[in-house]
């Protein structure tokens, strides 16, 4: 009686896919790892002298046409 069979299947390939579908959601999307570094920002008190300027960035820069 294959139909017999192939009920008793079902049952397994669901576990299976549930399985592999719990695995992959956790691989993906890493719940246990830790956010993202937060942004930090300085102010200084505006005065007058000569003007200075720091930048960091990666990637390319390019002046706006």
Known sequence: MPNVQVKRWIP????????VGGTVFLVLNKPWAKGETPITF???TVGKGSIAAQV?????????A
């Open 12 to 19: 397994r390939l669901v576990m299976l896919a549930l399985v």
């Open 56 to 64: 960091t960035a990666n990637g390319t820069l390019s002046a706006r």
């Open 42 to 44: 300085q102010t200084v």
